[in-house]
Antibody
Framework: EVQLVESGGGLVKPGGSLRLSCAASGFTFSNAWMSWVRQAPGKGLEWVGR??????????DYAAPVKGRFTISRDDSKNTLYLQMNSLKTEDTAVYYC??????????????WGQGTMVTVSS | SYVLTQPPSVSVAPGKTARITCGGN??????VHWYQQKPGQAPVLVIYYDSDRPSGIPERFSGSNSGNTATLTISRVEAGDEADYYCQVWDSSSDHLGVFGGGTKLTVL
């Protein structure tokens, strides 16, 4: 079964750090381009960033609000995606989803999603 | 940055047709993906590349894209279709490479 399972969410103070993990199974993780998408309470979806497969360069791209504060990385030996979040702000409070493309359908649509992990930034 | 505009809400009676629009500058030149999200759940892909349906998505769901508007059409609407729907494109010129619309709440009357 194709699956993405996020972990690592929790309560953190403004200015603090948190690392999220996303464990993948049921597909060839090393070939996948992986993204993080977040959703603030009662709000819409917001793309956070992505990492390409190592064969495609392994490069990362980030949305402007998180650039310079968040870092996406991957460990293909562990089939795991990470999101390191530093200098957290209250506006980073959201459910964070791990997602990928090209698994159930060909192309760049997000066809597999994790269940999400909640990050709350509050003093 | 590239902006996708969706109506906040659409209401439709069971058995009727719902149309949810997604507006963007020359969006017809881009590929549009649509996601359904029910309360407390992760999004689910329902339409990709403007009009293709993933396996398991009913034929009642269809999509089109031309000019400045993409449209998700749900025929013979059922109570179970009540959800939030989001359009999404990739835009290399945007500071948000992956761009989502603001979402539309579909209410089945």
């Amino acid at each position: 079964e194709v699956q993405l399972v996020e972990s690592g969410g929790g309560l953190v103070k403004p200015g603090g750090s948190l690392r999220l993990s996303c464990a993948a199974s049921g597909f060839t993780f090393s070939n996948a381009w992986m993204s993080w998408v977040r959703q603030a309470p009662g709000k819409g979806l917001e793309w956070v960033g992505r990492i390409k497969s190592k064969t495609d360069g392994g490069t990362t791209d980030y949305a402007a609000p998180v650039k310079g504060r968040f870092t996406i990385s991957r460990d293909d030996s562990k089939n795991t995606l990470y999101l390191q979040m530093n200098s957290l702000k209250t506006e980073d409070t959201a459910v964070y989803y791990c997602t990928t493309s090209g698994i159930a359908v060909a192309g760049d649509a997000f066809d597999i999603w994790g269940q999400g992990t909640m990050v709350t930034v509050s003093s | 940055s590239y902006v996708l505009t969706q109506p906040p809400s659409v209401s439709v009676a069971p058995g009727k047709t719902a149309r949810i629009t997604c507006g963007g500058n020359n969006i017809g030149s881009k590929s549009v993906h649509w996601y359904q999200q029910k309360p407390g759940q992760a999004p689910v892909l329902v339409i990709y590349y403007d009009s293709d349906r993933p396996s398991g998505i009913p034929e009642r769901f269809s999509g089109s894209n031309s000019g400045n508007t993409a449209t998700l059409t749900i025929s013979r609407v059922e109570a179970g279709d009540e959800a939030d729907y989001y359009c999404q494109v990739w835009d290399s010129s945007s500071d948000h490479l992956g761009v989502f619309g603001g979402g539309t709440k579909l209410t089945v009357l």
